[in-house]
């Protein structure tokens, strides 16, 4: 002490077993600090994806919103967490179920809407998620009426789920009436009879040729939404295409 430097003699091997532990403990220090930096990374991926899918551009009086979809490659970058940006995606895709970029025609979304390729996006991420095809489909084809975008969504789900008999059903009546693909039609109905579907279908598969099959599978298909409890938006948009066939019937029979 009294202000001298104390000097600690220690011996080459002890030497060497000190720097290794050092060593050691840096590497281990760095490890940690790399296991960290997928959750970072997928932070500000998560962040910078709702950003700019919920951006709105500003003109004058008038917001006209501009959702983005994520790239078709977005599988391919995931770094790992595919089920967590599934699960982000179909959070942000369910609070805008009925936008429409561009309609084409009275309440008549364009090809390959937002929608669709959202919902693409999260099955591709993950394919075992079954909500995004039991109820994103009905959405394509009822609310938004994105009949290319439905008709390949929900030929995937088919493809994802083939016994699953409300999926079929559903993708039955897309075909029907939007696709106007009758022998589709009756063969997913038949595929639905045979996986626990109610035992009308095989009826009704067999009716399809007829405007009274039309009616009696949107009718069933409402029925359907009502019992699940979907939201009004389904169970009202479902409604006024029945009111559609009904009126189309009408004129046809005063013909």
Not at 55 to 81: C, D, K, M, T
Not at 207 to 223: N, T, V
Request: aromatic share 10%; glycine share 6%; hydrophobic share 40%.
């Amino acid at each position: 002490m009294n202000g001298r430097s104390i000097i600690i003699k220690i011996s080459e091997t002890e030497f060497q077993v000190l720097t290794s532990k050092m060593l050691e403990s840096e590497v281990s220090i760095g490890r940690k600090v790399l296991k960290k930096i997928p959750g970072i990374l997928l932070g500000i991926f998560a962040f910078t994806l709702l950003v700019y899918s919920s951006f709105i551009n500003v003109n004058g009086s008038n917001e006209v919103r501009r959702l983005i979809a994520p790239p078709a490659y977005i599988q391919h970058i995931s770094v790992g967490y595919k089920e967590v940006i599934a699960d982000s995606l179909w959070i942000r895709a369910i609070q805008d179920f009925d936008y429409c970029e561009q309609e084409v025609a009275k309440r008549v979304c364009k090809n390959n809407s937002w929608l669709y390729r959202m919902l693409d996006a999260v099955t591709d991420l993950s394919p075992g998620f079954r909500m995004p095809y039991a109820v994103g489909g009905l959405a394509l084809t009822i609310i938004i009426s994105d009949i290319d975008g439905a008709t390949k969504f929900l030929e995937k789900g088919v493809r994802a789920y083939p016994t699953d008999w409300p999926i079929l059903y559903r993708a039955a009546y897309h075909h029907l009436y939007e696709t106007k693909d009758k022998s589709r039609a009756a063969e997913l109905l038949i595929k639905a009879g045979n996986n626990g579907a109610p035992p009308w279908v095989y009826s009704l598969a067999g009716r399809l040729y007829s405007d009274a099959g039309y009616l009696d599978l949107a009718e069933k298909l409402l029925q359907q939404m009502v019992d699940q409890k979907l939201e009004d938006q389904f169970v009202n948009r479902l409604r006024d295409k029945i009111n559609a066939i009904k009126a189309e019937q009408s004129n046809k029979a005063s013909q």
